[in-house]
Structure formats: C-alpha cells, structure tokens
C-alpha cells in the first residue's frame, strides 16, 4: 500500500529525514517508535504534502502512484488521513460543516445532510463526545483530550485508505485513552492501514501489531515486531542511539 | 464621450477624456438654484420641501470636503452637476451593463426578469412588487411602508417633522448635497405597540432607475413597536454616475426595537459616502448588521445616538476591500443618557491590494452614568499587498463608563489551510472556508437568505485571484 525509499526531507534547509524507508502492506498495522524530535511527525507532514517541508530525495508511493506529485488534498483524496498531534483550531467552521465538507470533497457528490447527521452522532456518541460538539468550531476551544476525540471522529466518518495517527493517545486520560483506542479498532479491517506513532503504545491495546519500527534522527534504524515495542518500553532508546551514533 | 466603464482597474484614459471635453460641460459646471427647482419641479414637492433644497444647497456650497479618511479627489465637485442632473444617464439596456456585472448577476442565479430590474435598467422595475409584500393585516395594523416620494405626498407631517433632523444638511458636505438633491428611498412607520414579525424587504425598490444614488431611508418604530428592515441588494448596484451620497434616518422611540439590515454591493466606480443615523430613546434597541462590498471609495460609519435611558446598540458589520478599493468603514456610538449600552463587532477583509480601514467613535457624555461599550474587531489580510487599520476613537466625559476595545489583525493561518486541505478540501476552497468562517459571526445574524447571498459575494470576491 505505502512504500518509502531512501527519504530525505528537508525544513527551513535543515535536514531532517535522512534516508527513511518503510514499507506498509495492506491491513496491516505499524508502529513507529522513536526519541522527541527524531522526525516522526515530520514523517508525518511530508507524507501529507506540508507545503513547508521539502523533500530532497527518494520516493513515495501509495498503491503504486508516486504520491510526490500530488497536492495535499490530492493525497487524502487518494485515501490518506492524518490525526494531527496537535490539531488546528478552525474559528467560524463547525466540526459538522468540516467534516461534510471533506466528506463531500471526497466523494465528490452531495452528502445528504439529514443521513449524515445520523452517522455523525453514531459516532460521536460511540466516541462519548456531547453531541453539541458538532455545532462547535473545530478544535476551538477543545481540550487536548477533546481535539484527538475530534480526529478520530474524522477518520472514522472519512474511513480513509491508510490512518497515520501521529501521537493520538498522548496527553488523554485513562477513559480517553480507552474510547480512542477503541476507535481505531472499529476504523481497522482488511482493507485498511494504520501507521501509528505513539510513546506510550496504550493506543495498541485493542490492535494487533503487525510491525515496529524505531526512527531515530531521521532514520529507521530498527524494524521488528510487537516485540519491540515491550522491548523499547523497558529499556528505552539507549541501546539504538548508540548504534546510530556509532 | 467613451463608453468604457472602470469596473475593476481605474481606468486613467477615461477621465482623461473628459478632461479634453471639458468646455463642454463649463457652461453646465456647479450646482445651481435652477436645478434645484428644477428636480424639486419635477417631484411634484411641496413648498417646505423645495425651501429645504435650497437651503441645503446653500450650506453645501459653505462646506469643504472632509479632510480626512480615504482619498475622494476623483470626485470632481465642480462638475457635481454631472452626478446630480436627474437626468443623468442610466445604463439604456442590458446590453450595455459591464461583462462582469453581468456575470455577477448569472453566479448569483438571480433570475433574468430580476435581473434587469436589479440592473436598474429601468423598464422592468415595478413599484407593485413591493406594495403587495406588505401583508394586509400589517396594513390594517397601521403599518405604512413606501417610497419617499409617496410618503411625502401621503404622510406628509410625518415626513416633515423628521425629515433630515437626525442628519442634518450641515452635518457634512455630503448631507448637505443629500438635502438639495435627494430621491427615492423607503418610508417606514411601526405605529405604537406594533410587532412586525416578517421583515420588510426592500430588494427590488433600492434598484429602481434613478433611486440608487441620493435615495433617502426614513424609519420610524413608535413606542413599544418592533420591526426588521432588510436593504439588501447582492448584485451590483450599477449606476453610470459614481456618486453615491444617501441618507438614512432611523428613529427608535420608547421600548422600541428596529433591526436594520444591509448588504450593499457597489460597482467598482463607485464613490458611496452614504449617512446613517439612529435615535434611541429610552430602552430601545437599535440593531444594525451591515455588510458593505464593492465600491470604489466607501465611507460608511453608521451612528446610533442613545439618548433616552437603557437605549442599546448592536452593530455587526462586514467589510470586503479588493484590488483598486479603499473601505473606511465602521461605527459611532454617542452614549447622551443614563445606563445605556453598546455592542460593536466587526470583520475586515483585505485582498489584492485593498485597503480597509475600521473606524469607530464612541462618546460618552456627562449625563450618560454607567455607559457600557464593546467594541470588538478582527481584520483578516489575504496577502501581503493589502492594507488594514484599525482607528478607534473615544471621547469619554464620565468616569464610570466600562469602555473595552478588543482589535486584531491577522492572516489565514498556513496550518489551517494544511488542515483543511488534509481532509481533502482543495485550496481555494479551504481559503474560501476560512474567510467564510471569520464572517461566520456577521452571517449568522442574517436572514438565511442573505447569510447565503453574502457566502456567495465573498465567493465572488476570492475567485481567481487565490
Ligand atoms: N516546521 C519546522 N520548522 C523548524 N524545525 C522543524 C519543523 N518541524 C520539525 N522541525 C525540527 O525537526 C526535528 C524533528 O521534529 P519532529 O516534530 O518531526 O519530531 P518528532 O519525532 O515528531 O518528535 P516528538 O516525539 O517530540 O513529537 C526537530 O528537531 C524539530 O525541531
Ligand atoms: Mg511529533
């Protein structure tokens, strides 16, 4: 579904990934563990296209079209979504109206309101959010347990292709940590993928894990499985960042 | 003379030419007596009415042009009688109306019989329309809602004892060109205890051929009556002349309320020096919501003067300036009684080199104990070209009035438009969204009609050039 070769990219001149390459197949789940401020949700960004980070080498490819040339909201439209580690507040567009918008631009049709309105608070109740929530600008004014609610809302009415989660079961109490997780076990199937970013790996509670990857300094330096996530919980980063700096 | 119109560019040639033909219009240069009588002739006035042109024309020729504000000099004021001749050219035909106009009109999906009416072309403009809006069993409550002229000729008492009280001629040059030369316009009168729960619309009225330009609004909400005026015009209000100079006169007795709502979208030649003005008296509610596009030059500070105790004020405005565009708009707010208060909140947007400016005065005189004002405004700039300010004025005479002023300037935020865009929303879009969003608080308070009509407008006003 994803593949990832030999990624470099670049902010403010500053390089950041420095040869990365993952592979993600098809109803699999991966996590990415990984120090502050190795390149994670620079990952992240470039695979959604952030203007501000400039990719200076290598490819990427998602069901085998080279995603490089194509425009942000080309690539969610392909099927890419990613839940923000800190998501944007939006003042003046309501979380309904965000979310029909998308839903819209991705399909390209009109989403009849009443239905969707129907399914928006089958979810947001399955994700115990006040349905008034709906009626709110986007993320403003929202707690920081209350914006990843909010992303989780949007993937599972968007149900994108491939999820990348970038920290969403950081800064959540233990009940949010459960309705989140829970969230994106309902969003996973077959037919889907997740790459999950997490420093707690509380979100892998109802998920199995299909692989693990370590990224220090921008690159992969370790891939396993479930394994290491237990591993890099224990013992933490030490042993990797000696082998990258040696 | 050229047939070009100077829609979106300013276009220099034009007046170039006219500068070439000058002699041509030398003999007619000036406002003169004679034309006075001449337009009051021709509208059948009354004797007080005639003696109030002639008077105003003399305190118009005793003014200067204000000093201050945007940049009015293309307005040539010893050719003023080009503006003001009744006569003055109308677009003849729909044929003849700007390109751009003309599309504005198909985007909008205004129907073509509308259109033309809306065009001010003239022959399809029918008076009817309006009267058989206003429902029977308002008229049989004593509601009276019709043109000035009408007015004049039907409630003619009324008309003069309020007539240009409120702004009067000597207010500034423009009020005293107003006073010599108006017509047209809305009369409105909400008899004692009334409640008009429709709003009273005058879509088609403000667009009749030769009303658009000095037209004269007088409302009058008696005690304990209440009422919603919508003055809402999404085309363009194309007008060959580019003078725009009208009155508007709201009168909010006792324990009154009157919403005042406009939408005005002005060709891009246009000069709209336009005057509105409120008299609150005790616990009376004046709400104005005020969304002002086009234009080339606007100067628009609608005024609510509290003056019995308890009055209130809302104002809720939005304001567009793109390429070639000066807005200087805003609100004044003269707190002259006991425990009155005032609610400002406004929205600029700036783009393509426009220039917007927010302007507000608030006064609050010695007799005015406990006044409370709030002023609130936000400006977005789409780019770095365009131009926002912000210039607050207060004169406070007392000291325990609670006076807060929030403003602020920004830019769409780059993250939210990478959001957006995330979730599949392409650019323009996620742009036209987020401008949307900021007027969000200004849309809300319109009918949805109008709410739709004004996302259409800002539509408009993003295409092509984001
Ligand atoms: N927009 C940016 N401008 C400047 N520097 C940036 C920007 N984005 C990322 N960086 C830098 O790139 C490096 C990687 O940042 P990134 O946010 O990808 O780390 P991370 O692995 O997600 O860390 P964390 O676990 O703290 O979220 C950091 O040194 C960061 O300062
Ligand atoms: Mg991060």
Redesign the interface.
């Known amino acids: 579904m994803l593949e990832i070769r030999n990624l470099r990219a670049a902010v403010d001149g500053k390089e950041i990934l420095r040869g990365l390459d993952l592979t993600v197949g098809c109803g699999e789940v991966h996590v990415i563990l990984g120090p502050n401020g190795g390149g994670k949700s620079t990952l992240m960004n470039v695979l959604?296209g952030?203007?501000?980070y400039e990719v200076v080498g290598g490819t990427i490819t998602f069901e085998g079209e080279d995603l490089l040339g194509l425009?942000?909201?080309e690539r969610?439209?392909r099927g890419l979504?990613?839940s923000?580690q800190t998501?944007?507040e939006?003042?003046?567009?309501t979380v309904e109206n965000?979310?029909r918008?998308?839903m819209q631009?991705?399909s390209g049709g009109k989403v009849k309101y009443l239905e969707f309105r129907k399914q928006l608070r089958a979810m947001m109740t399955e994700l115990k959010m006040d349905p008034s929530y709906a009626r709110r600008?986007m993320n403003v004014g929202f707690s920081g347990g209350e914006k990843k609610r909010s992303e989780i809302l949007?993937l599972l009415m968007?149900n994108p292709k491939l999820a990348l989660l970038d920290e969403t079961d950081s800064g959540l109490d233990v009940d949010a940590v459960q309705i989140v997780s829970s969230g994106v076990a309902k969003f996973h199937n077959e037919n889907n993928s997740c790459v999950i970013i997490t420093h707690n790996a509380q979100i892998l509670k109802y998920l199995t894990v299909d692989a693990a990857h370590v990224l220090i300094d921008g690159r992969i330096v370790k891939d396993g499985g479930s394994e290491l996530v237990e591993q890099i919980s224990e013992e933490g980063y030490g042993a990797f960042a000696e082998a990258v700096d040696g | 003379m050229a047939k070009k119109t100077y829609v979106e560019d300013i276009e220099r040639t034009l007046y170039d030419i006219k500068d070439e033909d000058r002699s041509v219009y030398k003999s007619h240069a000036g406002l003169t007596e004679e034309i006075i009588r001449d337009i009051s002739a021709r509208k059948n006035d009354p004797p007080w009415m005639l003696e109030f042109r002639l008077k105003s024309l003399e305190v118009y020729h005793s003014l200067s042009l204000p000093t201050w504000g945007p940049d009015i000099s293309a307005l040539d004021m010893d050719r003023i009688v080009t503006y003001v001749k009744p006569d003055a050219p109308m677009v003849g035909s729909w044929d003849e109306l700007p390109d751009d106009i003309k599309n504005t009109f198909d985007r909008l999906g205004i129907p073509e019989a509308e259109k033309k009416s809306l065009a001010g072309v003239g022959a399809q403009y029918d008076s009817e329309v309006v009267y058989h809006n206003v429902q029977q069993s308002l008229v049989d409550d004593g509601v009276v809602y019709t043109d000035m002229e009408s007015a004049l000729r039907d409630y003619e008492d009324i008309v003069r004892e309020y007539f240009m009280t409120l702004v009067p001629p000597k207010d500034h040059k423009f009020a005293a060109l107003h006073g010599a030369v108006w017509s047209g316009g809305s009369f409105v009168y909400v008899p004692r205890g009334v409640q008009v729960k429709i709003p009273l619309q005058s879509y088609f009225r403000l667009n009749a051929a030769g009303a658009g330009q000095f037209e004269h609004t007088l409302i009058i909400v008696e005690p304990g009556a209440s009422l919603h005026f919508i003055e809402g015009c999404s085309a363009p209000k194309y007008n060959v002349t580019n003078l725009h100079a009208g009155c508007v006169e709201l009168f909010v007795k006792d324990g009154a309320r009157l919403r005042y709502s406009t939408i005005e979208n002005w060709s891009r030649n246009m000069m709209n020096l336009n005057t509105k003005r409120a008299l609150v008296e005790r616990g009376g509610l004046i709400e104005w919501v005020s969304g002002s596009f086009g234009s080339r030059v606007s100067m628009l500070y609608p005024c609510s003067v509290l003056h019995g105790e308890g009055a209130r004020c809302e104002f809720t405005g939005v304001t567009f300036a793109s390429r070639g565009q000066s807005l200087d708009t805003g609100a004044s707010v003269i707190h002259a009684a006991p425990n009155t208060s005032a609610n400002i909140n406004t929205r600029t947007i700036s783009k393509s080199g426009g220039a917007a400016t927010y302007r507000s005065a608030v006064k609050v005189t010695k007799k005015a104990s406990n006044a409370k004002c709030s002023v609130n405004c936000e400006s977005l700039m789409l780019d770095d070209e365009s131009r926002s300010d912000t210039l607050p004025v207060m004169d406070i005479e007392r000291g325990d009035a609670d006076i807060g002023h929030e403003a602020k300037i920004g830019r769409i935020s780059e993250e939210a438009i990478f959001y957006l865009t995330a979730r599949g929303i392409d650019e323009n879009e996620a742009r036209a969204m987020i401008v949307r969003g900021f007027v969000e608080p200004i849309a809300k308070e319109l009918p949805l009609e109008y709410a739709v009509e004004m996302n259409n407008l800002i539509n408009l006003e993003l295409e092509g050039s984001m």
């Open positions: 959604m952030h203007p501000k425009k942000t909201f969610a439209r979504f990613l923000f998501p944007e939006i003042p003046g567009i965000m979310i918008t998308s631009a991705m600008y949007q968007l």
